[in-house]
């Protein structure tokens, strides 16, 4: 956040922290989206390591 002259707060050019360009016109539902979305993809490919462990163990 910036103050500018007339004392108003304003988002800076880091304000959102999201995975896409600032200019891609994305949404808070794209952000929502994407919050749910990631843990899922973690946990798929922890699931994917587990199992290429298993199989070399055996």
């Known amino acids: 956040m910036t103050r500018s002259r007339d004392g108003n ?6 304000a959102l ?3 896409w360009p600032a200019d891609a016109a994305l949404t808070v539902a794209h952000l ?5 979305t990631e843990p899922m ?15 070399s163990l055996a």
């Open 9 to 14: 707060l304003t988002p800076g050019p880091a």
């Open 17 to 19: 922290a999201a995975p």
């Open 32 to 36: 929502a989206g994407w919050v749910n």
């Open 41 to 55: 993809k973690n946990a798929a490919e922890i699931g994917q390591l587990r199992l290429l462990r298993a199989a």
